[in-house]
């Protein structure tokens, strides 16, 4: 298949954050929602049920596998108005390697006009599920190839790359001596961060001057939440995603540790989002009462959740940050908090993403992330390609500091009204 099939490869659309948007946003609910139209969320078929990531099967197989899954659970049922048993026809004789079945996957899911959905090869999926387990290892950086450069847009705390001084905005120019403008985005992924602890050189570009770095890599715990109280007894609490086992953990004990502050903030910037049940969880932790989600699925099946009374949180003001980096997950958060509780939104339009995928181990150690349903907030509002509008517009550089961020200084201006007004 080789040149042949290349030839057709549909080009992948570059996705703010490379893997998070993949956007990781996976439905694990569980029985203490209070749900209405209850469904059914294991809508794999049930013939693939028993398929697993260690097993080995031929590449033709692992092509329909994907093509049947896409076609029976694929959120849109008209699979973008196509006949997808087209793509069966199509491809299916001609699959010989595992390299055909993945180019044949990713033209086939490229079809449906869909960033979200993606067919992960070994190493992406690995990764993903280190992401899901809330430990990444390398130098600590997300980037995204744009044309043929590749970009810097995220450096996690306590990071390599962080000691090494590698700033958000840089550009990757080589990795190990070699250049990254003709390299697909796979093979600089494995390049940076491959699991062996050894050191690696980086060539960065940083205003049209060129900086080599060598930086060892190491396993490096995904934060994703801290907080701090002020002086004058206002709780900062910073989301930087809502991915992981602990997040509804950590976000709970945080509540507790800041309930008898007079007024909170939550900073959703740049927060690409996570995972759906996670998010609904730390609305329910701050909701007596009330819708928390409306879910939409394939067959336009609208169901509700309801927040089950496990109320931890203190009534007080409630100012919310985002930006438009702020998205899926986190949008659920901010929307339901400003629909039931009043939450002030401050910052910038939220980028708009109201889709739920599945992440769906698939044979060859291989993933599938699949949409599967939209949601809607709870008064209503379809936030796709709209985002959510700020009650406050304050328009900031993504990359800020302490000392700059006209943004949180409002929200803390903001909560100091509020509470000298119930005073």
């Known amino acids: 298949m080789g040149a042949k099939f290349m030839n057709k490869e549909i080009q992948q659309r570059n996705i703010i954050f490379y893997l998070v948007f993949f956007i990781i946003t996976i439905i694990i609910f569980n029985l203490f929602f209070k749900t209405e139209n209850y469904i059914n969320f294991n809508i794999i078929p049930k013939t693939l049920q028993k398929i697993t990531i260690s097993q080995n099967i031929a590449p033709q197989r692992l092509f329909i596998n994907v093509w049947r899954i896409t076609k029976n659970s694929y959120v849109d ?73 590749v970009v810097i847009n995220h450096i ?67 934060k994703t939440m801290e907080y701090k109280i002020t002086r004058d007894n ?13 997040a509804v953990s950590d976000f709970k004990d945080i509540i507790i540790k800041t309930n008898n502050t007079k007024g909170i903030i939550i900073d959703l910037r740049n927060n690409y989002g996570g995972v759906l049940a996670n998010a609904i969880q730390m609305a329910n932790f701050m909701m007596d009462t009330g819708k928390i989600v409306s879910i939409q699925s394939r067959i336009n099946t609208k ?62 150690e291989t993933g599938l992330i699949l949409t599967t349903d939209r949601y809607i907030l709870p008064d209503g509002n379809d936030i796709y390609g709209k985002g959510l509008e700020p009650d406050i517009v304050i328009k900031q550089d993504t990359i800020f500091t302490q000392k700059n961020d006209k943004q949180l200084r409002k929200a803390k201006k903001i909560i100091r009204e509020l509470v000298k007004n119930k005073e």
Do not use: C
């Open 77 to 149: 049922e008209t699979l973008n108005n196509q006949n997808w048993i087209r793509w069966r026809t199509r491809y299916f004789k001609h699959i010989k390697t595992i390299e055909d079945a993945n180019i044949a996957i990713n033209s086939m899911l490229a079809s449906l006009n869909d960033p979200y959905s993606k067919f992960l090869q070994s190493d992406l999926f690995s990764k993903q599920k280190m992401i899901i387990d809330s430990e990444i290892t390398g130098i600590g950086i997300l980037f995204n190839k744009s044309g043929n450069e």
């Open 156 to 222: 996690m705390d306590n990071s390599p790359a962080q000691g090494a001084n590698i700033l958000p905005g840089d550009t990757i120019v080589s990795v190990n001596g070699e250049k990254t403008d003709k390299l697909e985005m796979k093979t600089i992924i494995k390049a940076i961060e491959n699991t062996d602890n050894k050191e690696i050189e980086i060539t960065i570009k940083r205003n049209n001057l060129l900086i080599t770095k060598k930086i060892k890599r190491k396993a490096i715990p995904i």
């Open 234 to 246: 206002i709780g900062i609490i910073t989301l930087a995603n809502i991915m992981g086992e602990k």
């Open 303 to 364: 169901y509700q959740i309801y927040s089950d009374g496990e109320k931890i949180f203190k009534n007080k003001p409630i100012v919310i940050l985002i930006n438009r980096n702020t998205a899926s997950a986190s949008e659920i958060l901010a929307g339901t908090l400003k629909d039931n509780l009043d939450a002030i939104l401050i910052g910038e339009r939220s980028y708009g993403k109201n889709s739920i995928q599945q992440v769906i181990p698939m044979p060859n």
